[in-house]
């Protein structure tokens, strides 16, 4: 668990809510993930503080019907960011060019699930 003295100021709680796609052609305000992950003034994810706090940066993935995952922001060597929630890979999430992404409300992320590529748009950066 978390606790929010082990937080630095740029700690930031997002909310990302599935967009328009497919399917859902209004979205899903009941399926998306919020995301605990230290940002640079840009709205970014700031890699130099997340590697002293890897254990703080946190995912929860909720949709409706399903339990809620709880898991956390990783980095691969290359530089790809991934939510993992458990060991091995076969539930890894990837980020779409997540670290050149601004984490700034109204944008919109890429992220990979079970093969297939959605859009989700951030609907709250705020602080935890």
Not at 112 to 118: C, I, K, P, S, Y
Request: proline share 4%; with cysteine; net charge negative.
């Amino acid at each position: 668990m978390t606790n929010l003295q082990d937080l630095t100021p740029k700690f930031r709680h997002v909310r990302l809510l599935l967009a328009r796609e497919k399917g859902h052609p209004e979205g899903d305000r009941e399926e998306g993930y919020d995301v605990l992950a230290p940002l640079t003034g840009e709205g970014r994810i700031d890699a130099e503080e997340w590697k002293s706090h890897r254990a703080a940066c946190r995912v929860r993935r909720f949709r409706t019907g399903e339990d809620d995952l709880i898991g956390r922001l990783q980095r691969k060597p290359g530089g790809q960011w991934y939510f993992d929630y458990a060991e091995g890979d076969r539930d890894d999430e990837i980020g779409f060019h997540l670290g050149d992404e601004r984490f700034v409300t109204g944008e919109y992320v890429s992220i990979e699930r079970n093969g297939a590529m959605h859009t989700y748009q951030v609907a709250r950066v705020e602080r935890p």
